[in-house]
């Protein structure tokens, strides 16, 4: 069987993070995805999407991701019954996050359409583009005995 989600859209509230009697990270999140098509008033249509996480995403969540940016949430579907506060039963659909992703700020001015910018970091020395070399010749290269004891391994 296949329960695959992955969705993306903007953040509609701060998420919450709470930790259970065990000790684990838990947030809660709703994401606001547009339709893609504007009703008959000409307004952008647009799903609302519960969303938990657990552990480390649920941490990476709360610590990088705020009201109004946007995000990419891979996931699955789960329900779950419970009963409200006037005793009804419930059924509640969410969407179980894996993994999140960055994908660009509100203040960007992108509409989700590229990637964030990747911040430009200082190459190491080791992986500056190596220097070239001439084939040479084999005059160069003497052979070595084997059974020398002069050999370093």
Known sequence: MLNVV?????????P????????KSVASLRIACDRGRRDANGQMQADFFDV???DRTAE????????????AVDGRLQSRSYQDKNGNNRTAIEIVANNANFVGSKGSGNSGSSPAPQPEYARPAAVE?????SAGSN???????ADSEDLPF
Not at 16 to 23: A, M, P, Y
Request: charged share 20%; with cysteine.
């Open 52 to 54: 938990t996480a657990w």
């Open 129 to 133: 583009a190596a220097p070239s070399y």
């Open 60 to 71: 990476f969540i709360c610590r990088y991701f705020h009201k109004g940016e946007m995000i």
């Open 139 to 145: 005059e160069d290269f003497s052979v070595i005995d």
């Open 16 to 23: 919450q993070l709470r930790q259970t009697n065990t000790g």
């Open 6 to 14: 992955a969705i993306m859209g903007r953040l509609v509230s701060d």
